[in-house]
Nanobody, 124 residues
Framework: QVQLVESGGGLVQAGGSLRLSCAAS????????QGWFRKAPGKEREIVAA?????YYADYVKGRFTISRDNAKNTVYLQMNSLKPEDTAIYYC????????????????????WGQGTQVTVSS
């Protein structure tokens, strides 16, 4: 079993930056896929970014967000710059033991482990 704990959320003004962290513990592995999803009120959970064989970004964050991982620390990061009010959501990190690709990589049900979420609020 793997436990994921997110941190780094908060309230920021539009145009600001935040860095989310996701620390993994338990039976971790340096391989597999790590992803960030978000869920805004009234909307479905959606992919933000993921890292598997390569990095993937949803169009609505491309050029503003960067995903990275530090295998030595079992931690995945999401650097969020130029934040917009529409980025307001609960952000979840997720992990899969499989190297996901394509449409599967963007689909929540293919991830095995989830964090509890961290709130990001961007004010206008």
């Amino acid at each position: 079993q793997v436990q994921l704990v997110e941190s780094g959320g908060g309230l920021v003004q539009a145009g600001g930056s935040l860095r989310l962290s996701c620390a993994a513990s338990g039976r971790t592995s340096s391989r597999g896929t790590q992803g960030w999803f978000r869920k805004a009120p009234g909307k479905e959970r959606e992919i933000v970014a993921a890292i598997s064989w390569s990095e993937y970004y949803a169009d609505y964050v491309k050029g503003r967000f960067t995903i990275s991982r530090d295998n030595a620390k079992n931690t995945v990061y999401l650097q969020m710059n130029s934040l917009k009010p529409e980025d307001t959501a609960i952000y979840y990190c997720a992990a899969s033991r499989t190297m996901l690709t394509g449409a599967v990589l963007m689909t929540p049900r293919f991830y095995d482990f989830w964090g509890q979420g961290t709130q990001v609020t961007v004010s206008s």
